[in-house]
């Protein structure tokens, strides 16, 4: 079984920033891609970033030059640096984890409000 903790979440000025981690637990035989997705209250699930076993990386166009995704593999953990936050980056982010099984896992969720 794999679980997955993030951390980091919380209330921040517009303007400021936020550093999510995400850590993988379990029975893990091999990570592919780790990703970051967000959902916001009446909104879909959408994805934020996304970084493969290659450090090849993707963002939402939103997020682009603001966030920065990173993993560390020897600790199975993801992070996404967040700067430059905006009221509509408000959210609950979500980590996800695919195995090269294809095996897909998500943690439960932090919490991220950007409010004055």
């Known amino acids: 079984q794999v679980q997955l903790v993030e951390s980091g979440g919380g209330l921040v000025q517009p303007g400021g920033s936020l550093r999510l981690s995400c850590v993988a637990s379990g029975t893990i035989k091999s990570i592919n891609v780790m990703a970051w997705y967000r959902q916001a209250p009446g909104k879909q699930r959408e994805l934020v970033a996304a970084i493969t076993r290659g450090d090849s990386t993707n963002y939402v166009d939103s997020v682009k030059g603001r966030f920065t995704i990173s993993r560390d593999n020897a600790k199975n953990t993801v992070y996404l640096q967040m700067n430059s936050l905006k009221p509509e980056d408000t959210a609950v982010y979500y980590c996800?984890?695919?195995?090269?099984?294809?095996?897909?896992?998500w943690g439960q969720g932090t919490q991220v409000t950007v409010s004055s």
């Open positions: 996800n984890l695919i195995t090269t099984a294809g095996r897909n896992y």
